[in-house]
């Protein structure tokens, strides 16, 4: 449940840059599906990377318009939740304006909320969407792979897939937590006591 629940969104915004700018519709500016144009062999070293680059924009607009909308869900709930709580009221009955309560008391906390929750969304907006993406636009890649590998049982390469993939989302856990000493300076990860 989980999984469709990120991956529908990128399905649709694929489905909709499809129809607006691919594939002889009402725009017709980038290509429907491939990674690379017929005469790619033949273009000059800068027109392939133009060329690879062209063929990428629709899925990666998709693809970061769905993890674009759900981190706007996840950071509009944090700022709610953090508005209606008592010291908001305090900073607003000693007299702070409403922008010194909204970016030195709500924006800290919301934002750690936002970013403890940032490293789950990315995996899951990017990843889960990745095989319905990849799928739409004729891209071979690691989605497609892993889907593929599990289905003919290709363990070595489901495995590598989930090295992969794992990989990246410890990255993004640590790039998370150097964040947080950013947003916070408060939160200090050497001085804990184990």
């Not at 594939?23 to 027109?47: E, K, M, Q, V």
């Not at 993890?67 to 944090?78: I, P, R, V």
């Not at 709580?85 to 010194?100: F, I, L, N, W």
């Not at 993406?133 to 989930?162: C, H, K, M, Q």
């Amino acid at each position: 449940m989980i999984i469709v629940a990120y991956a529908v969104p990128g399905f649709l915004f694929a489905i909709a840059l499809i129809i607006l700018f691919a594939g002889g519709s009402f725009f017709d500016i980038f290509p429907l599906r491939g990674l690379t144009s017929d005469n790619w062999s033949a273009l000059p070293w800068y027109s392939k990377i133009l060329d690879y680059f062209w063929h990428l924009t629709l899925p990666i607009i998709s693809m970061a318009l769905s993890a674009f909308a759900t981190m706007t869900l996840l950071t509009k709930n944090s700022f709610l939740d953090e508005i209606r709580k008592q010291y908001v009221m305090t900073a607003r009955a000693k007299g702070c304006t409403e922008r010194q309560v909204l970016y030195r008391h709500v924006f800290r906390n919301a934002m750690l909320i936002v970013i403890a929750g940032f490293p789950g969304a990315f995996v899951h907006a990017f990843f889960t969407g990745a095989l319905l993406i990849e799928t739409i636009f004729s891209l071979d890649g690691l989605g497609l792979l892993g889907f593929e590998s599990v289905l003919n049982r290709d363990y070595p390469v489901v495995f590598a897939t989930l090295y992969i993939f794992s990989l990246v989302g410890l990255v993004v856990n640590l790039l998370s937590d150097l964040t947080y000493t950013w947003v916070d300076p408060r939160i200090d990860f050497e001085t804990r006591e184990v």
